[in-house]
């Protein structure tokens, strides 16, 4: 086996749908085109909101507008691939393909998380410690804020791809899965270093994300306990109501995460984990907009005077 080179492998085929009923695949095909294609607009007004608002121009908004551009490139890296093997009966992608597209989701989704984490810092300045807010939170330390929220992305997912297409492949090209997935890859490895490989890979993968949510809760543990010194019951609803969006989209994240990666290892069949997997990939980035659209007036406003200005007006 060490002597196997992992490069004679040209292709996977992605298995993910391919238990589905072919009946059912159309309806699928029209519900996740729809919620692609509405997260796309809701992240795209959201931007749009915050650029042509000046009033929007504070961190908290700079940040939500970072965090839509690393949510619509997670979508776009998965979902129209998703979408043409549902109406495909070849549903094959070459290894470059697949190494690139671990690369780019695990870069997208890691730096979202970690954009979570920073709107979560942000959140705890604004109220824990409201006088140093505006020394802490300026364009500079925003900036580098951000980028090293992608900086920490992209450098997860180029040790993960690496570590993964650095192994050898040689039992199976089917990958159960409609994407290419870090854990149905390693089911395809073998020789000696894939057990190792596997504890290396889970550290890399789980210890970010902890670290972002442990971050997170004792931002918002400091938080809490601001708000309840707030001596008025307007006072303590309008402080909470700013970071209410940002702490439903972290809990919606998180959630349906740890359904995923933490279920029981019993028998579940390909069709419920399918199914179950796209909660993450296409079900979150729908409803992250929405959460951020309706629970924030401030937004919600500014994004029906863009929406009015740049779609009703050409349109009359």
Request: aromatic share 14%; hydrophobic share 50%; with cysteine.
């Amino acid at each position: 086996m060490p002597g196997e080179n992992y490069s004679s492998i040209s292709e996977f085929i992605l298995f993910g749908f391919s238990a589905f009923p072919q009946q059912m695949l159309p309806a699928l095909f029209l519900l996740y085109l729809l919620m692609y294609l509405f997260t796309l607009l809701g992240n795209l007004l959201i931007m749009a909101a915050v650029w042509t608002e000046h009033r929007l121009h504070t961190p908290m908004y700079l940040f939500l507008c970072a965090l839509s551009i690393s949510e619509i490139l997670f979508t776009v890296v998965i979902t129209p691939r998703m979408l043409a093997d549902l109406m495909s009966t070849h549903r094959s992608i070459t290894f470059i393909a697949c190494a690139n597209q671990l690369f780019f989701s695990f870069t997208f989704g890691y730096t979202h998380s970690f954009l979570l984490m920073v709107m979560g810092y942000d959140r705890y300045v604004a109220i824990c410690r409201p006088l140093h807010y505006h020394v802490l939170m300026n364009l500079q330390g925003c900036a580098r804020l951000v980028a090293w929220s992608w900086v920490g992305g992209s450098l997860i997912g180029m040790t993960v791809t690496l570590i993964i297409f650095h192994l050898t492949f040689c039992e199976s090209n089917v990958i159960h899965h409609f994407l290419c997935h870090v854990f149905s890859l390693l089911k395809l490895a073998c020789g000696e270093r894939a057990t190792s490989v596997t504890i290396v890979v889970i550290l890399v993968c789980v210890t970010p994300l902890i670290g972002c949510l442990v971050l997170i809760v004792l931002s918002y543990i400091f938080i809490v306990a601001a708000i309840l010194r707030i001596s008025s019951t307007e006072g303590r609803h309008k402080t909470f109501s700013t970071c209410a969006s940002h702490l439903t989209v972290v809990v919606v994240h998180y959630g349906f995460a740890s359904i995923i990666y933490l279920k029981s290892r019993g028998p579940h069949s390909l069709y419920t984990d399918t199914l179950m997997s796209t909660t993450y990939t296409v079900f979150t980035p729908f409803l992250s907009p929405i959460i951020f659209s309706l629970r924030n007036k401030e937004l919600k406003n500014a994004i029906n005077k863009s929406f009015h200005r740049n779609f009703c007006q050409r349109s009359s």
